[in-house]
Nanobody
Framework: QVQLVESGGGLVQAGGSLRLSCAVS????????MGWFRQAPGKEREFVAT????????YYADPVKGRFTISRDNTKNTLYLQMNSLKPEDTAVYYC??????????????????WGRGTQVTVSS
């Protein structure tokens, strides 16, 4: 069983920064891909970023490229999302997710097996 707990969300002005963390339980954290997704009010959940199990590969959704950075520390069982130059359209609940299966796309939420409860990020204009 894998449990994920996000933290670090909050209210920030446009142009500001936040760093989200996701603490992951489970001895095999270092063996599966991780991702961040977000869901804004009235919208569907969308992919934000993903990182390979060793951290050597990372991919981002176009709206966040160049502004967000995903990283992981396998010694601390923790996933991060550094968010810079935040915009009001980044306002959403952010979820971390674990993809323990090798099949399925890392860009699709349906490919992820475990999810956190989310942390709210609000960017004011």
């Amino acid at each position: 069983q894998v449990q994920l707990v996000e933290s670090g969300g909050g209210l920030v002005q446009a142009g500001g920064s936040l760093r989200l963390s996701c603490a992951v339980s489970g001895r095999t954290f270092g063996t599966y891909a991780m991702g961040w997704f977000r869901q804004a009010p009235g919208k569907e959940r969308e992919f934000v970023a993903t990182i390979s199990w060793r951290g050597g590969s990372a991919y981002y959704a176009d709206p966040v490229k160049g502004r967000f950075t995903i990283s992981r520390d396998n010694t601390k069982n923790t996933l991060y999302l550094q968010m810079n130059s935040l915009k009001p359209e980044d306002t959403a609940v952010y979820y971390c997710a674990a993809k323990t299966r090798t099949s399925g796309s890392t860009y699709e939420g349906a490919s992820y097996d475990y999810w956190g409860r989310g942390t709210q990020v609000t960017v004011s204009s």
